[in-house]
C-alpha cells in the first residue's frame, strides 16, 4: 500500500511550495469568475422577468446553451479558436493570446452566470406581482422598483443557491489544468507526474476541501436563515437595508 | 421557494454539518492507523513471478509491451490491427531468439505478440507479468535500474523542437522571451534550459508550460498559444504536418537511450534480451531500420 508509504507522504508534503501558490491562483481565479458571473447572471436574470420578448429571448438562448454544453468544451473552444479570433477581430500581425487567468475567468463566470440568471429569475418570480403594482403606484418606476423594492427581497431567497453556484464555481476552475494554467490542479498534477506519488492529489484535494467546505457552511446556515419565519428574523429590515448599501 | 428547502429539509438524511466533521475526524485517525498496519503488513514485499524462459516457450508466444501510437517505432495500424515499427522488429527478433527459429518464421507464426502499453501502465504491466519485457521507447535511467534490469541501448533518441512555419524562429537565438509547451513529468524543460546555456544563451527568458498530454501540446501549438511543443523526436513524428517544422534539427541534446525492460527476477530472459540487442547493432540491423523507418 504505497498510499500510507511515510516516505513518500514526507516527500510529497516537503514540496507543497507550489501547491500553495495553485491554492493562491485558484482563490483569485474564483473570486475573479464570481464577479463575473453575478454581473452577468443579475443582468440576465432581470432580463428574463422583464415584458420585453427580445430580452427575455436573449436570457433563453443564453441560459439554454450554457447550461447544456460541458464547460471543459468552453475553455476548449475560446483556449484553441481564441487566439485566430482576435487575430481576425483585430487585425493584429500574429495570434492574439490569452492570458489563462483571464481566460478562465471568462469562461467560468459566463458559465455560471447562466445559472445565476436562473436563481435570479426564480428569485424575482417568487416576489409576488403586487408589490412591482404597488411600488409602480407609488410613483417609482420600473428601474427604481427593481432596485428598491423587488431585488432587496429577492436577495434573501437567492443567497443560498447562489452560495452553491459559488462552490460549483470553485471546482470548476480546476479546468485550468488542462490548459497549463497554474492553478491547484496543475501543480498538483506536475508533482504526481514528477514524483509519481499519488499523495499529491489527496493534499490537492485537501486543499480544495479548505477552500469549499467554509462556502458549504455558508449555504447550510443561509438556507437555516431563509427558512426562518418571517417574524423570528430579528435583522429582516436591517437586511433589505444592507441589501441597499 | 421555501416549500422546496422545507421538503428537502426533510427528505434530508440525519447526518449534520457537524457529525460530518466528527464523522472525518474519525475516519482520519482510523486512516493514520490502517497507514501503520499497512506498512507493518506490507514490509515482506513479494516478488513478482516472471515468467522463465521455459515458460515462454510452453506457453507458445513472447507477451511483448509496445506503444501503439509511435510512428516508426511502435505503432498500430487502426485499420487492420497489425503492428509496426522498429521496436517491433525487435520483439520478433527476440521472440526468434527464445524459440530457435529465423526472425522471419517468428514473424509469420506469430510468435511475438503485442500489448499496448503507456508511459504509466509499462512499468506495472511487466511487474505484473502481464508482458514478459517492455520495449517501448523507454528511457534506461539509474533510477529505473533499481526497479527493473534493462538490455544494453538499442537506440539514442534526443529532443526535438517543433515549430510553426508562420512562426518565424529560426533558430535556437530567436527563442528569447518565448513559451516552450512540454509533457508533464517529462525531464525536457531542464534539457533545452542546459542547451540554452550551452549554446550561450543562459540569459534567455523563456517559460514553460506543462501540458497533460501531446494532443493537447499539438493543438497548443497550432492555435498559436505557444511558440516551441518540445518533446522527444520518436513521439514528434506523430505531430509534424504541412504547418509546422523542426527547429534546428541537426542540433542534438537531451540525449537518452532506449532499452528493453525485464523484470528483476526475469535473469536468464534478460541475458537472452540483451544477447540479441547487441546482434542486432553489431550486424547494423538497428541503422537499417532506423533509415527504413525514417527516424528522426
Same mark, same amino acid.
Given at each position: 500500500m504505497?498510499? &500510507?508509504?511515510? $516516505?513518500?507522504? #514526507?516527500?510529497?508534503?516537503?514540496?507543497?511550495?507550489?501547491?500553495?501558490?495553485? &491554492?493562491? &491562483?485558484?482563490?483569485?481565479?474564483?473570486?475573479?469568475?464570481?464577479l463575473?458571473?453575478? /454581473?452577468?447572471?443579475?443582468?440576465?436574470?432581470?432580463?428574463?422577468?422583464?415584458?420585453?420578448?427580445?430580452?427575455?429571448?436573449?436570457?433563453?438562448?443564453?441560459?439554454e446553451?450554457?447550461?447544456?454544453?460541458?464547460?471543459?468544451?468552453?475553455v476548449?473552444?475560446?483556449?484553441?479558436?481564441?487566439?485566430?479570433?482576435l487575430?481576425?477581430?483585430?487585425?493584429? $500581425?500574429?495570434?492574439?493570446?490569452?492570458?489563462?487567468?483571464?481566460?478562465?475567468?471568462?469562461?467560468?463566470?459566463?458559465?455560471?452566470?447562466?445559472?445565476?440568471?436562473?436563481?435570479?429569475?426564480?428569485?424575482?418570480?417568487?416576489?409576488?406581482?403586487?408589490?412591482?403594482?404597488?411600488?409602480?403606484?407609488?410613483?417609482?418606476?420600473?428601474?427604481?422598483a427593481?432596485?428598491?423594492?423587488?431585488?432587496?427581497q429577492?436577495?434573501?431567497?437567492?443567497?443560498?443557491?447562489?452560495?452553491?453556484? #459559488?462552490?460549483? /464555481?470553485v471546482?470548476?476552475?480546476?479546468?485550468?489544468?488542462?490548459?497549463?494554467?497554474?492553478?491547484l490542479?496543475?501543480?498538483?498534477?506536475?508533482?504526481?507526474?514528477?514524483?509519481?506519488?499519488?499523495?499529491?492529489?489527496?493534499v490537492?484535494?485537501?486543499?480544495?476541501?479548505?477552500?469549499?467546505?467554509?462556502? #458549504?457552511?455558508?449555504?447550510?446556515?443561509?438556507?437555516?436563515?431563509?427558512?426562518?419565519?418571517?417574524?423570528a428574523?430579528r435583522?429582516?429590515?436591517?437586511g #433589505?437595508?444592507?441589501?441597499?448599501? | 421557494?421555501?416549500?422546496?428547502?422545507?421538503?428537502?429539509?426533510?427528505?434530508?438524511?440525519?447526518?449534520?454539518?457537524?457529525?460530518?466533521?466528527?464523522?472525518?475526524?474519525?475516519?482520519?485517525?482510523?486512516?493514520?492507523?490502517?497507514?501503520?498496519?499497512?506498512?507493518?503488513?506490507?514490509?515482506?514485499?513479494?516478488?513478482?513471478?516472471?515468467?522463465?524462459?521455459?515458460?515462454?516457450?510452453? *506457453?507458445?508466444?513472447?507477451?511483448?509491451?509496445v506503444?501503439?501510437?509511435?510512428?516508426?517505432?511502435?505503432?498500430?495500424?487502426?485499420?487492420?490491427?497489425?503492428?509496426?515499427?522498429?521496436?517491433?522488429?525487435?520483439?520478433?527478433?527476440?521472440?526468434?531468439?527464445?524459440?530457435?527459429?529465423?526472425?522471419?518464421?517468428?514473424? *509469420?507464426?506469430?510468435?511475438?505478440?503485442?500489448?499496448?502499453?503507456?508511459?504509466?501502465?509499462?512499468?506495472?504491466?511487466?511487474?505484473?507479468?502481464?508482458?514478459?519485457?517492455?520495449?517501448?521507447?523507454?528511457?534506461?535511467?539509474?533510477?529505473?535500474?533499481?526497479?527493473?534490469?534493462?538490455?544494453?541501448?538499442?537506440?539514442?533518441?534526443?529532443?526535438?523542437m517543433?515549430?510553426?512555419?508562420?512562426?518565424?524562429?529560426?533558430?535556437?537565438?530567436?527563442?528569447?522571451?518565448?513559451?516552450?509547451?512540454?509533457?508533464?513529468?517529462?525531464?525536457?524543460?531542464?534539457?533545452?534550459?542546459?542547451?540554452?546555456?550551452?549554446?550561450?544563451?543562459?540569459?534567455?527568458?523563456?517559460?514553460?508550460?506543462?501540458?497533460?498530454?501531446?494532443?493537447?501540446?499539438?493543438?497548443?501549438?497550432?492555435?498559436?498559444?505557444?511558440?516551441?511543443?518540445?518533446?522527444?523526436?520518436?513521439?514528434?513524428?506523430?505531430?509534424?504536418?504541412?504547418?509546422?517544422?523542426?527547429?534546428?534539427p541537426?542540433?542534438?541534446?537531451?540525449?537518452?537511450?532506449?532499452?528493453?525492460?525485464?523484470?528483476?527476477?526475469?535473469?536468464?530472459?534478460?541475458?537472452?534480451?540483451?544477447?540479441v540487442?547487441?546482434?542486432?547493432?553489431?550486424?547494423?540491423?538497428?541503422? *537499417?531500420?532506423?533509415?527504413?523507418?525514417?527516424?528522426?
Amino acid at each position: 500500500m504505497e498510499l &500510507f508509504n511515510p $516516505e513518500r507522504w #514526507a516527500a510529497t508534503l516537503a514540496n507543497t511550495d507550489l501547491l500553495w501558490q495553485g &491554492f493562491l &491562483f485558484t482563490i483569485e481565479v474564483s473570486l475573479a469568475g464570481l464577479l463575473v458571473s453575478l /454581473l452577468v447572471g443579475t443582468l440576465l436574470g432581470v432580463f428574463s422577468t422583464t415584458q420585453s420578448r427580445v430580452l427575455r429571448g436573449i436570457s433563453r438562448v443564453y441560459v439554454e446553451f450554457f447550461q447544456n454544453t460541458p464547460i471543459v468544451v468552453q475553455v476548449f473552444f475560446v483556449y484553441t479558436a481564441g487566439p485566430m479570433l482576435l487575430q481576425a477581430i483585430t487585425g493584429a $500581425e500574429h495570434v492574439v493570446r490569452i492570458a489563462p487567468f483571464v481566460l478562465v475567468v471568462i469562461c467560468v463566470g459566463l458559465y455560471h452566470g447562466a445559472y445565476v440568471a436562473e436563481v435570479i429569475r426564480t428569485g424575482i418570480e417568487a416576489i409576488p406581482r403586487g408589490q412591482m403594482e404597488g411600488a409602480q403606484s407609488q410613483g417609482f418606476t420600473r428601474v427604481q422598483a427593481y432596485r428598491y423594492v423587488i431585488l432587496p427581497q429577492t436577495f434573501r431567497i437567492i443567497l443560498p443557491p447562489l452560495a452553491n453556484q #459559488a462552490l460549483n /464555481l470553485v471546482k470548476n476552475t480546476s479546468v485550468l489544468a488542462l490548459i497549463a494554467g497554474g492553478d491547484l490542479m496543475y501543480q498538483a498534477d506536475i508533482l504526481v507526474a514528477d514524483s509519481g506519488y499519488l499523495q499529491g492529489y489527496i493534499v490537492c484535494c485537501a486543499m480544495y476541501f479548505l477552500i469549499c467546505f467554509p462556502i #458549504a457552511m455558508l449555504v447550510t446556515w443561509l438556507e437555516k436563515r431563509s427558512r426562518a419565519p418571517r417574524k423570528a428574523r430579528r435583522t429582516a429590515t436591517a437586511g #433589505a437595508t444592507e441589501a441597499e448599501v | 421557494m421555501r416549500r422546496t428547502y422545507d421538503s428537502w429539509q426533510s427528505a434530508r438524511p440525519q447526518l449534520t454539518r457537524r457529525g460530518f466533521v466528527s464523522l472525518a475526524g474519525a475516519a482520519m485517525i482510523g486512516v493514520a492507523g490502517a497507514s501503520v498496519v499497512g506498512l507493518a503488513g506490507c514490509s515482506s514485499s513479494d516478488a513478482p513471478s516472471a515468467a522463465s524462459v521455459d515458460a515462454i516457450r510452453s *506457453r507458445g508466444h513472447l507477451n511483448c509491451g509496445v506503444k501503439t501510437d509511435v510512428i516508426g517505432y511502435g505503432y498500430q495500424d487502426t485499420a487492420t490491427g497489425k503492428f509496426q515499427g522498429m521496436e517491433i522488429d525487435i520483439c520478433y527478433a527476440i521472440a526468434a531468439k527464445v524459440f530457435g527459429v529465423s526472425t522471419s518464421e517468428a514473424r *509469420r507464426r506469430g510468435l511475438a505478440s503485442f500489448t499496448g502499453v503507456t508511459a504509466k501502465t509499462r512499468g506495472p504491466l511487466v511487474d505484473s507479468g502481464q508482458v514478459d519485457l517492455v520495449c517501448a521507447t523507454y528511457t534506461i535511467t539509474p533510477e529505473r535500474k533499481k526497479s527493473w534490469n534493462f538490455s544494453p541501448a538499442y537506440y539514442t533518441d534526443s529532443i526535438g523542437m517543433l515549430v510553426l512555419r508562420s512562426s518565424g524562429i529560426k533558430s535556437v537565438a530567436d527563442l528569447d522571451g518565448r513559451i516552450v509547451g512540454v509533457g508533464e513529468g517529462a525531464d525536457t524543460m531542464n534539457q533545452i534550459q542546459q542547451m540554452l546555456k550551452d549554446q550561450g544563451h543562459g540569459d534567455f527568458s523563456v517559460s514553460y508550460p506543462q501540458y497533460l498530454d501531446y494532443p493537447t501540446l499539438a493543438a497548443a501549438l497550432a492555435s498559436g498559444n505557444i511558440d516551441v511543443f518540445a518533446i522527444d523526436r520518436s513521439i514528434i513524428r506523430t505531430y509534424m504536418n504541412d504547418s509546422n517544422e523542426l527547429l534546428e534539427p541537426s542540433l542534438i541534446f537531451g540525449k537518452q537511450e532506449y532499452g528493453v525492460c525485464t523484470t528483476k527476477s526475469a535473469t536468464e530472459l534478460t541475458s537472452l534480451v540483451s544477447g540479441v540487442v547487441k546482434d542486432l547493432k553489431g550486424s547494423g540491423a538497428i541503422d *537499417r531500420w532506423a533509415k527504413k523507418y525514417r527516424l528522426l
